[in-house]
């Protein structure tokens, strides 16, 4: 192979990119202890299947990009009309970066509901909330009784974006 004449700039396959970007992202949940986690388009590559599947995480449907200037709006779109009854998970990274992940936020506060790391105080008084918190905060109510449940913000979504106009 000669030399590239100056300003030259080789294309890079985009197909290609995206390969290695979601075997990093498999590597990352591998990583992570989601051993079992592996590349979805390699064994069907039919459009709205997930880029990388874990069934660790039967819920989450992982659209990847690896891009230096991501349209999040997009990427999530795109994730929304795959994801069908699963959660839509962006994983982006840029160059050098770490890997991100773009939710929704009420798919992400049905998640930290349901985790252990969620603090609440059974003492808490409502009208406390309004005041300014003290530095460092005490721990609080992080969700108040009538937040909705993950069922109703899943069924809130749904109504948005329906799955029969997901595909």
């Known amino acids: 192979m000669g030399a590239r004449p100056h300003g030259e700039r080789v294309a890079v396959n985009s197909r290609q990119k995206g390969k290695r970007v979601e075997r990093l992202w498999r590597d990352q949940l591998r990583e992570a202890g989601f ?8 064994y069907c590559g039919a459009a709205g299947n997930a880029d990388v599947v874990c069934p660790e995480l039967p819920w989450a449907h992982f659209e990847v990009k690896g891009v230096q200037n991501l349209n999040v709006i997009n990427a999530m779109k795109q994730a929304i009309n795959d994801c069908g009854e699963k959660t839509p998970v962006v994983a982006h990274k840029k160059n050098g970066e770490p890997w991100l992940i773009t939710m929704l936020a009420a798919d992400w506060l049905g998640l930290v509901k349901e985790s252990d790391r969620v603090v609440v105080s059974p003492d ?14 005490a721990p609080t109510a992080v969700f108040p009784s ?22």
């Open 35 to 42: 051993l079992k986690a592996f590349r979805g388009q390699q």
């Open 124 to 137: 808490q008084n409502p009208e406390d909330a309004q005041s300014e918190p003290a530095w460092p905060p």
């Open 146 to 167: 009538d937040a909705p449940t993950y069922e109703q913000e899943t069924q809130t979504r749904n109504t948005h974006f329906p799955v029969s106009e997901r595909r």
